[in-house]
């Protein structure tokens, strides 16, 4: 497999289930992000990931858990989510984010629905 | 705050006119631009980047830097159907661990 991939791609959960996002990238970078987009909402940037270590957290609550084992693998833990988290989770790669010459890879995504 | 404003549109253009997306940002001290275009159900998809002020070049699409202004503008040539999108533009601020901060996107339509 070549580029980003995420799975699942759809989702939906009760407000007390537990369940994981994954996302894989095959390009060798070494820096990993979820973003959140919303309906009329620009994409939100949630966690960073460089060098399998966190780099930020925008004031995400802690119902969404980010794990980076390694520089391929991205994971959203996720538990007593509210129906307004609803929305497209994309998972992104870059190679190195202090480089200011290369944007994102997105994944395709994981429409997340909690009823 | 670290802000990227885009008019959401729609913005209708005619098949094989000029479209013009325009973007503004906050924060002067950023340093990288990027423009993503999103097919409705899609991610995103990264279409042309834009480093220095001026402009630059890749086939039909043109992206123009004005750091001073805070301006960043795509231009798309001849368009085509297959252009209709919602194009985001991301800005790096900063460089380093921020993240690429977006805007809402334009929504374009080519009538063919």
């Known amino acids: 497999e070549t580029g980003v991939t995420q799975t699942p791609r759809h989702l939906v959960m009760g407000m007390t289930n537990k369940k994981s996002l994954k996302c894989e990238q095959h390009l060798g970078h070494n820096a990993m992000y979820w973003y959140k987009q919303s309906a009329k909402k620009p994409l939100e940037l949630m966690f960073v990931?460089?060098?399998?270590?966190?780099?930020e957290n925008n004031s995400v609550p802690s119902r969404f858990s980010p794990e980076c084992p390694n520089s391929s693998h991205l994971f959203l833990h996720l538990h007593t989510l509210q129906p307004e988290d609803s929305a497209l989770y994309l998972c992104?790669?870059?190679?190195?984010?202090?480089?200011?010459?290369?944007?994102?890879?997105f994944g395709s995504g994981t429409r997340l629905t909690v009823v | 705050q670290k802000e990227v404003e885009q008019n959401s549109g729609p913005l209708s253009v005619p098949e094989g006119a000029i479209a013009s997306l325009n973007c503004t940002y906050s924060d002067r001290v950023s340093q990288s631009f990027f423009w993503y275009r999103q097919y409705s159900g899609k991610s995103p998809e990264l279409i042309m980047s834009i480093y220095s002020n001026g402009d630059k070049e890749d086939g039909r699409f043109t992206a123009q830097l004005n750091k001073a202004s805070q301006y960043v503008s795509l231009l798309i040539r001849d368009s085509q159907p297959s252009d209709s999108a919602t194009y985001l533009c991301?800005?790096?601020?900063?460089?380093?661990?921020?993240?690429?901060?977006f805007g809402k996107g334009t929504h374009l339509i080519i009538q063919p």
């Open positions: 992104a790669s870059s190679q190195d984010p202090g480089h200011h010459n290369y944007g994102y890879t």
């Open positions: 990931y460089s060098l399998e270590e966190r780099v």
């Open positions: 991301a800005v790096n601020i900063g460089g380093g661990a921020d993240g690429l901060t």
